[in-house]
């Protein structure tokens, strides 16, 4: 079976670059791919800032998505904020969930 949707959950501050990063590389391979931020606020070390931004740019542009059930990460990041149950709904609807 191949996987066509993936979701990755990053759910650990130090791994927040990486999983963007592997998020958008999936996109690269026309998968239909999500990232999805759990319980933590996002945190840049300021070289790293716009870098990320950029990267959540393309992935938008890739046609990706990007979650939050982090209300501070939605606003500045100005990603899909949904609750963790709602979160969790929305992991049936991928073919491969990666817990990162």
């Known amino acids: 079976m191949r996987a066509e949707k993936v979701i990755l959950l990053v759910r ?7 999983g963007l990063r592997s998020t958008l590389g ?21 070289d790293k800032e716009q870098g990320f931004k950029e990267n959540l740019e393309m992935l938008e542009e890739l046609e990706g ?3 939050t059930n ?12 949904l609750e963790l149950k709602d979160l969790a709904k929305k ?6 969930v990666v817990p990162f």
């Open 91 to 96: 992991l049936s609807e991928y073919d491969l």
């Open 12 to 18: 650990e501050e130090r791994d927040q670059w990486e």
């Open 65 to 67: 998505e990007v979650y």
């Open 70 to 81: 982090v209300p501070v990460n939605a606003e500045r990041y100005k990603m899909k904020y």
């Open 26 to 46: 999936l996109g690269v391979e026309n998968l239909w791919v999500a990232c999805c931020f759990i319980n933590t606020e996002i945190k840049m070390k300021p």
